[in-house]
Nanobody, 124 residues
Framework: QVQLVESGGGSVQAGGSLRLSCAAS????????MAWFRQAPGKEREGVAVIVTTNGNTDYRDFVKGRFTISQDNAKNTVYLQMNELKPEDTARYYC?????????????????WGQGTQVTVSS
């Protein structure tokens, strides 16, 4: 019903920046959480940031506040994650996910649709 495709990942040095994109196609919710999650090998998938598509409200997990910015372009059905001041601990595969709003946005198990992910590697 909904297809999500991430792009923009790559390898950067600590302190650098990347801009991730998540393009949505197919059926799209008129009111949705569009969120970024990340998962490093052997670790749990964790929420990074979310945007509420209807009003543009955003929220971030503490470990990225002040460094990452989530935004959307509704005309393109695309959500972005601007990642600045990257740290080696940010290294992970980053996933885009979408679901209807409600409850804790960073609960990975509550999401209906996921992209394939894009790898981000930050070297020291």
């Amino acid at each position: 019903q909904v297809q999500l495709v991430e792009s923009g990942g790559g390898s950067v040095q600590a302190g650098g920046s990347l801009r991730l994109s998540c393009a949505a196609s197919g059926y799209t919710y008129s009111n949705a959480y569009m969120a970024w999650f990340r998962q490093a090998p052997g670790k749990e998938r964790e929420g990074v940031a979310v945007i509420v598509t209807t009003n543009g409200n955003t929220d971030y997990r503490d470990f990225v506040k002040g460094r990452f910015t989530i935004s959307q372009d509704n005309a393109k059905n695309t959500v972005y994650l601007q990642m600045n001041e990257l740290k080696p601990e940010d290294t992970a595969r980053y996933y885009c996910a979408v679901r209807t709003p409600g409850g804790l946005w960073y609960d990975a198990l509550s999401y209906n649709y996921w992209g394939q992910g894009t790898q981000v590697t930050v070297s020291s």
